[in-house]
């Protein structure tokens, strides 16, 4: 049975079978993507909200802290090399509140041997859905270090553009 590892900066890494997932809610997403390669893809997708999975791992950010909590991000691995990263405000309801999931069923048919899908339904095209999925890792986006000069704080790289927007470039 497919199992995926949610770890990161949450108070209760777990390990969960699609099987877990199918404690939480189930939603339902009829969604269409347009595929590249095939064209458009109709698919009805169920299973456990995103957000409401991380949130019952107890996420690492002071709740009542909106800017707090829009520095999260969770990032996607699944079992055939596909990565996608959301932002938790994507998720979160006092932002986007999007709807994304941790599909459990695929038209119908169970995912347990396959693994759960991540489903983002407000996607035109189907780059961010994972199937198979091994890892969900949530933390949180580091701090810009005014000791680097590659950020705007440092700006000893920002200076020196500047300064050459003025210069000849004859030699």
């Known amino acids: 049975m497919a199992e995926l590892m949610l770890h990161g900066d949450l108070d209760h890494p777990a390990t969960l079978s699609v099987a877990d997932l199918r404690a939480w809610e189930q939603h339902r997403a009829e969604v269409v993507f347009d595929c590249a390669t095939n064209g458009p893809r109709h698919h009805v997708f169920e299973g456990a909200l995103l ?7 107890g996420p690492a950010f ?23 990263v959301l932002a938790w405000a994507e998720l979160d ?40 999925v091994t890892h969900v890792w949530f933390g949180a986006l580091g701090g810009v270090r005014p000791d680097r000069h590659d950020t705007p704080q440092g700006s000893g790289h920002l200076r020196g553009i500047r300064r050459s927007r003025g210069r000849s470039r004859s030699t």
């Not at 957000?51 to 791992?57: M, Q, S």
């Not at 909590?69 to 596909?82: E, I, M, Q, W």
């Not at 709807?99 to 189907?126: F, H, I, K, M, N």
């Open 93 to 132: 309801a006092d932002f986007g509140g999007s709807p994304v999931l941790l599909a459990t069923r695929l038209d119908g048919e169970d995912l347990d041997e396959a693994g759960a899908q991540l489903v983002v339904p407000s996607d035109r095209c189907g780059a961010r859905y994972v199937s198979a």
């Open 51 to 57: 957000r409401d999975v991380v949130a019952g791992a």
């Open 62 to 84: 002071d709740p009542d802290r909106r800017k707090d909590r829009s520095r999260f991000l969770l990032a996607v691995s699944g079992g055939d090399g596909h990565h996608s």
